[in-house]
């Protein structure tokens, strides 16, 4: 089945730098990718939607100067947080859409836990 | 405004029993409605879906009951086995939303021998 790999699974920096998540399709060209964030025990809330050669659309409340989304090919998504800090700290999750896969077809990278020290 | 929801955060069943699971919307214009099982750090994976126009799907052990008027689903499991053990979220698509999903809080369930 279609696979999305996403990279790092864990990261800590420290507070002002920035973190790059990548979530690459495997044999599979991703049109449209959604960004998640999770606090724990909480649902999954959307971040963002990015469509391959355009802009990202933002969910209200994210900030898109801090969280740089960039999905310049059909195969590579990447969210970049900037200057982050520790309540930028959660899990991190994209989702790729599955074109021609009905309602259930959307697949979920296995996540990213950001820790901000 | 939490649009989906998932009032219980923990359910524990016994080994062999049905593991019901419920899930609440207030928003009607959802034209699907998915369930997904979460391990921790990892993301989700996809269980069983409904139309808004059907009341019932079932897909070998899980099955997923609509009711509109009341706008709740649940998900039964049975029988619930110990590898059943794990986070359920339920989600909604959006209709005209680019098919953006709106996912509930989760329920943690625990299926013990």
């Known amino acids: 089945g279609a696979v999305v790999s996403q990279h790092p699974s864990r990261v800590i920096c420290k507070s002002g730098t920035s973190v790059k998540i990548e979530c690459r399709s495997l044999?599979?060209?991703?049109?449209?990718m959604f960004w998640y964030r999770q606090f724990p025990k909480q649902s999954l809330m959307l971040m963002a939607t990015?469509?391959?050669?355009?802009?990202?659309?933002?969910e209200q409340g994210v900030e898109k100067d801090k969280f740089l989304i960039n999905h310049a090919s059909l195969t590579l998504s990447t969210l970049t947080v900037t200057s982050a800090h520790p309540e930028d700290s959660s899990f991190y999750i994209c989702?790729?859409?599955?074109?021609?896969?009905?309602?259930?077809?959307?697949?979920f990278g296995s996540g990213t836990r950001l820790t901000v020290v | 405004d939490q649009q989906v929801k998932q009032n219980s955060p923990s359910l524990s069943v016994q080994e062999g029993r049905i593991s019901i699971l419920n899930c609440d919307y207030t928003?009607?214009?959802?034209?699907?409605f998915l369930w997904y099982k979460k391990y921790p750090a990892e993301g989700p994976t996809f269980l069983i879906s409904?139309?808004?126009?059907?009341d019932k799907n079932e897909d070998g052990r899980f099955t997923v009951f609509l009711n509109k008027s009341a706008k709740h689903l649940s998900l039964h499991i049975v029988p619930s086995q110990p590898g059943d053990s794990a986070v359920y979220f339920c989600?909604?698509?959006?209709?005209?939303?680019?098919?953006?999903?709106?996912f509930g809080t989760g329920t943690r369930l625990q299926v013990t021998l």
């Open positions: 989702s790729a859409r599955l074109m021609g896969q009905g309602p259930h077809g959307y697949t």
């Open positions: 044999d599979f060209q991703a049109t449209t």
């Open positions: 990015s469509n391959e050669g355009s802009k990202a659309t933002y």
């Open positions: 928003n009607s214009m959802f034209d699907y």
């Open positions: 409904i139309s808004s126009i059907k």
């Open positions: 989600a909604a698509r959006g209709i005209g939303t680019a098919s953006k999903l709106t």
